[in-house]
């Protein structure tokens, strides 16, 4: 297994590379330069990397700022935790700043949604992505989270499964296009699921909190089974009309909530009659 203790640059501030560059370092992993555009919050992540509690025991070199790309060349992997939408922009100034060490460093991306090729320019390239919702107010054990990965050859297959290692994550070797499905998937997952819950917040105040047990159960046991409709309760699994109208009835003053629950009513019992 690939034990090496690699140098690793940031370019990013926000919650995956807060939380991915704290996981890093905490795995012995040299944290060289963080680059952003809000300096402001770069100088915090260098400032929070470099204290004493995050740092690995053996290191002896302090976390750097920069704003000079060409910094990022002296690691052996630079990471880009930014917006999908920044990724080929960022790659291509990269690129323009690379030089003779264009084959010395590998290139990664942490986006579930965007095309390992948008980083092509560089030889050695690839996507460490954590399928995982993450911030920076909420710890996380990475042991927890699975990666996706792709590499462009050998060489990053193999520095992305010691990361992986490194980290004690799960990790699975996938295309753009399988990798992309996942993300799709994870948006129901999480962030559908967030949107409802709070819809339920709204109507249920002050006494939400009664419902965690009931979410955390209701997803427990959808992952038990082949498929979670085969777990399906509620008044549209029973076709129970009376319920569902005292419910449209109470909704007759919050036409979104309203229009959602319509929706997804009808989605569940369709698919029900469909399954005999």
């Known amino acids: 297994m690939n034990n090496k203790k690699y140098k690793i640059s940031i370019v990013g501030c926000g919650n995956v590379a807060y939380r991915l560059s704290l996981a890093l370092s905490a795995a012995g992993m040299e944290l060289m330069y963080i680059m952003g555009r809000d300096l402001q919050e770069a ?7 470099n204290k004493a509690e995050n740092r690995a025991s053996h290191l002896n070199n302090d976390t750097q700022l920069t704003s000079d790309p060409s910094d990022l060349f002296k690691s052996d992997i630079i990471i880009l935790a930014v917006n999908d939408s920044s990724i080929p922009e960022v790659s291509d100034l990269l690129y323009l700043h690379s030089g003779s060490d264009i084959n010395n460093v590998t290139l ?5 949604a965007c095309d390992s090729s948008v980083l092509n320019k560089f ?6 992505y954590p399928l995982m919702t993450l911030s920076k107010t909420k710890p996380v054990d990475f042991g927890l989270i699975p990666f996706f990965l792709e590499s462009s050859n050998v060489k990053v297959r193999e520095e992305l499964t010691g990361l992986c290692y490194a980290l004690k994550s799960e990790y699975r070797f996938t295309n753009s296009e399988e990798r992309l499905k996942l993300h799709l ?7 559908f699921l967030n949107y409802l819950t709070g819809l339920a917040f709204d109507l249920s105040k002050p006494n939400q909190m009664f ?8 997803i427990r046991k959808a992952f038990l ?17 009376d319920t569902i109208n005292k419910h449209l009835s109470l909704l007759e003053n919050l036409p979104l ?11 569940i019992i369709n698919i029900h009659k469909k399954n005999g």
């Open 43 to 49: 100088s915090k992540l260098v400032y929070i990397l």
């Open 211 to 218: 419902l965690m047990p009931l979410a955390i159960e209701t």
């Open 257 to 267: 909530h309203k229009d959602v629950y319509e929706m997804l009513t009808s989605q």
């Open 225 to 241: 089974y082949e498929h979670p409709s085969l777990v399906q309760t509620g008044p549209a699994k029973r076709g129970d009309s």
């Open 108 to 112: 990664l991306h942490c986006s579930g």
């Open 185 to 191: 998937a994870a948006v129901y997952v999480s962030n």
């Open 123 to 128: 030889t050695n390239y690839g996507v460490l």
